[in-house]
């Protein structure tokens, strides 16, 4: 079954680090861009970041430049997010998504939530 | 990398037609054919409903069609069904980013 699955989320506080992961499998992984995009309870989405196949490339938006770090094992199929420095800004469903004709495929999204 | 433009909420009969759209600058939506939609119902994962501004996946009901002119691109829904009853986002590259709208509300009256 072509699929993704988030995992890592919790609860933390403020300051503190997490590393979220995204487990493909039913494709093959290494030849597609992956994105994370958040989404706070109640808000919309906000893209966070983006790899390109081979790991280089990494992007992300203004708000989490310099805390977050995307990165990828292509021989493990899975994508990560290292973020560090949390903030209660960063309260929000985590969901990994494959780029192929926009972001074709979802994962169900893992909840960070940071909170003292 | 402020977010696209989208109307908070449309609404519209079973049957009937809605357009959503979607406000950028030419640094996004204007600057490049790369403009996606998603269908999120509450508690859902969001899915593709068009990408490369009017191409439809495989699977997504040709009742979605999707435009663009100039810095505004649009999601139109034809003959409206009660399971259209969704959050609707559009997408856009950015150059070096991508950013969503603000997500609009669609209501099956």
């Known amino acids: 079954e072509v699929q993704l699955v988030e995992s890592g989320g919790g609860l933390l506080q403020p300051g503190g680090s997490l590393r979220l992961s995204c487990a493909a499998s039913?494709?093959?992984?290494?030849?597609?861009?992956m994105h994370w995009v958040r989404q706070a309870p109640g808000k919309g989405l906000v893209w966070v970041s983006s790899v390109d196949r081979d790991g280089s490339n990494a992007r992300y938006v203004d708000s989490v430049k310099g805390r977050f770090t995307i990165s990828r094992d292509n021989a493990k199929n899975t994508l990560y997010l290292q973020m560090n420095s949390l903030r209660a800004e960063d309260s929000a469903v985590y969901y990994c998504a494959r780029d192929g004709g926009g972001l074709s495929l979802w994962g169900q999204g893992t909840l960070v939530t940071v909170s003292s | 990398q402020s977010a696209l433009t989208q109307p908070r909420s449309v609404s519209g009969s079973p049957g009937q037609s809605v357009t959503i759209s979607c406000t950028g600058t030419?640094?996004?939506?204007?600057?490049?054919?790369?403009v996606s939609w998603y269908q999120q119902h509450p508690g859902k994962a969001p899915k593709i409903m068009i990408y490369?501004?009017?191409q439809r996946p495989s699977g997504v009901p040709d009742r979605f069609s999707g435009s663009k002119s100039g810095n505004t691109a649009s999601l139109t829904i034809s003959g409206l069904q009660a399971e259209d009853e969704a959050d609707y986002y559009c997408c856009s590259y950015a150059g070096t980013s991508f950013i969503f709208g603000g997500g609009t509300k669609l209501t099956v009256l």
């Open positions: 030419s640094s996004d939506v204007g600057g490049y054919n790369y």
């Open positions: 490369d501004v009017n």
């Open positions: 039913g494709f093959t992984f290494s030849t597609y861009r």
